[in-house]
């Protein structure tokens, strides 16, 4: 088991941002109470403490963020089984779009696990008034 870490995730390219504090942190082994990311790789996440309470739809988007590096994350423990225990998530509603939520996700496995950062363009549409991303 590592220590959990903190990552906070900031975009600002239009008139506000978008600012998501994640703390997680990595537990070798299959999980007794979490969801497998991807059916390719033992690469599981699971929600703790106050992340246990979060929005459905703010835990699908870690979900996709963690399963969009799933295979990079399975590569760097060498195939073992891995979960990734959510503790924290946190943001100001003022500076917050879901849509930010999978690419905090990713950003923080990037950093745990010593990955190349995945290309991730961001751009602010004024006339919506919100953050579009741009996976490639």
Known sequence: MTESRTYIYKLLKGPWGVRISLTAQVVHGEPSDGERVSPEVPVWIAFEETASAL???????????????????????GGTPA???????SYLESDFQEEGVPVAMCRWAEEEFSLPPRR?????????NRYSFDWR
Do not use: N, P
Request: aromatic share 2%; glycine share 6%; charged share 30%.
């Open 55 to 77: 929005d459905e739809a703010v835990k699908t988007g870690l979900r996709d963020g963690l399963a969009a590096v799933a295979s990079e994350v399975s590569d760097s423990v």
């Open 83 to 89: 979960t990734v225990v959510i503790h924290r998530m």
């Open 120 to 128: 991730i363009e961001a751009s602010f549409d004024r006339v919506a």
